[in-house]
Nanobody
């Protein structure tokens, strides 16, 4: 059974940092590509960072240079290191396995982890 469990969110002041974790099970982890998404209140869920199984990464422009996606294949875990946080980064953050073509989410969504950045 596929399960994605996000953790590490919290309340942080603007300029601060957080590291999110996503523990995956039921997925052939080392062969999979993953992405982090976020959904702010009243908005759609958007992809913010992705990493393929060769550790190639992509970021949306608004987080480029501030966020870093990484993975630990031994722990079946994907991370999102977030720095220089801004109030507009406030959202629920989710991870998912993605297709290499089109970077489409492939698995049922987890509960996500709330990130709140205060000004």
């Amino acid at each position: 059974q596929v399960q994605l469990v996000e953790s590490g969110g919290g309340l942080v002041q603007a300029g601060g940092s957080l590291r999110l974790s996503c523990a995956a099970s039921g997925i052939p982890f080392s062969f999979a590509a993953f992405a982090w998404y976020r959904q702010a209140p009243g908005k759609q869920r958007d992809l913010v960072a992705s990493m393929d199984n060769f550790n190639n990464t992509n970021y949306v422009g608004s987080v480029e240079g501030r966020f870093t996606i990484s993975r630990d294949n031994a722990r079946n875990t994907v991370y999102l290191q977030m720095g220089s946080l801004k109030p507009e980064d406030t959202a629920i953050y989710y991870c998912n396995e993605i297709s290499l073509a089109g970077r489409r989410a492939l698995r049922p969504w987890g509960l996500g982890t709330q990130v709140t950045v205060s000004s």
